[in-house]
């Protein structure tokens, strides 16, 4: 049988982002976005089973047994951490690894907008990461939170399922606690957080109604929370967090979000044409006091055009952020334009012989 540590290891060594365990198939790596098959011989159902066990422990794997799905995270010898989710699949198990990396990026580095860092300059309020699976939600929270420990002596307690980065006391105290070993749940994490003395409470995700109520609590009370959600831009995460609560209940919610929540970044990973590599493109939601009304009075379908019409302070749409990161040389022209809010519009504002530029520079190197 093959050892789990040897797929995970040379996965690593080929770069990639994740990894696919299913019976019957040989391992599957990621690398920037394309499945490939490693050198490995097809993986039994006991192989599978021995690997689970091997990374849990039998009384978690019992629990896994019972409730058919596991998260968890599993780190190899040399510090490499992986997130995991253990799965039964036609009634034999699957197993999907994240790679996490193991230096936390700058968030420079990142390519991302610079009113993102700026946001931790906050003193207080809700500031909300979203996007689909995989669209680097974890790695821009985590260098948002670095980059506020490198520079501030405050207390940050982080809420996780499970943990992903390992985050270092720089001039911050951190403490990183882990759903399921820590503390049960996220909403039970969040109600003791309170009485922790934090400055600043950083929240996995927003997965039900009693962790988004707990956070936005959180958030009332004068502490800086991040959160995440699986929602692909500003306003459906707002539409998202108010349709959680009951139809009764909606119109207080509505004021307390408008309240406390100060910004949403939605974003998603595009393949860079320049470099092996992925790039972030996001739409920027600053709460403004027209935000904050259209949130009041339910008036969410107004939310695109104020992003549209307020760049001069710092928002941007996805299809703005599309067509800058192409202008810099990052990505494919084509698929800038069909991963677009709007082809049409997205064709005629790219300069087609900037792609032939880009393709030229990267046969060069």
């Known amino acids: 049988m093959t050892d789990i540590k040897q797929i995970l290891a040379e996965a690593i060594e080929k770069g990639a982002s994740d990894v696919h365990i299913n019976v019957g198939l040989p391992p599957v790596f990621r690398r920037n976005t ?3 098959d490693m050198e490995f011989p097809a ?19 019992k629990k896994f047994e019972e409730f058919r799905d ?48 700026e946001m931790t300059e906050l003193s207080k309020g809700l500031v909300l990461v979203t996007g689909h699976t995989g669209s680097g939600k974890s790695t ?7 980059s506020i420990n490198r520079k501030y002596r405050k207390h940050v307690i982080t ?18 606690r882990e759903i399921g070993n820590d503390c049960p749940r996220f909403d039970l994490g969040l109600r003791h957080a309170l009485r922790q003395d934090p400055d600043i409470i950083m929240v996995g995700e927003m997965r039900d109604l009693e962790t988004t109520s707990s956070t936005i609590t959180a958030a009332e009370t004068g502490h800086l929370v991040f959160s995440t959600l699986h929602t692909i831009n500003a306003s459906q995460t707002i539409e998202r967090i108010i349709d959680i609560y009951p139809a009764g209940q909606q119109n207080q919610i509505r004021t307390m979000l408008a309240n406390t929540i100060q910004a949403v970044v939605s974003q998603t990973l595009f393949r860079r044409v320049d470099e092996p590599g992925m790039v972030p ?40 952020s599309i067509a800058e990161m192409y202008s810099k040389g990052f990505l494919d022209r084509g698929e800038a334009i069909t991963r677009s809010g709007n082809p049409g519009k997205m064709s005629k504002m790219l300069n087609p012989e900037r792609e032939f530029e880009v393709v030229q520079s990267s046969k060069k190197r």
Request: glycine residues 4%.
């Open 34 to 36: 394309e499945l490939m």
């Open 281 to 320: 493109c996001a739409e920027i939601l600053l709460c403004t006091s027209a935000v904050r009304n259209c949130i009041r009075e339910n008036r969410i379908y107004e939310i695109p055009n104020i992003i549209e019409t307020s760049r001069r302070l710092g928002m941007q749409t996805m299809d703005n």
């Open 43 to 61: 993986v039994s159902n006991e192989g599978a089973r021995e690997m689970v066990l091997s990374m849990v422990g039998p009384e978690k794997f």
């Open 159 to 176: 809420l996780e399922d499970p943990i992903e980065y390992s985050l270092s006391n720089e001039m911050s105290m951190i403490e990183q």
């Open 70 to 117: 596991l998260d968890f995270s599993t780190t190899l010898d040399d510090g490499h951490r992986f997130r995991t989710n253990a799965h039964f699949q036609c009634d034999t198990i699957a197993i999907a690894f994240r790679v996490i990396p193991n230096k936390i990026p700058n968030i420079e580095d990142l390519h991302l907008p610079p009113i993102v860092k």
């Open 140 to 146: 821009t929270l985590a260098s948002m939170i670095g």
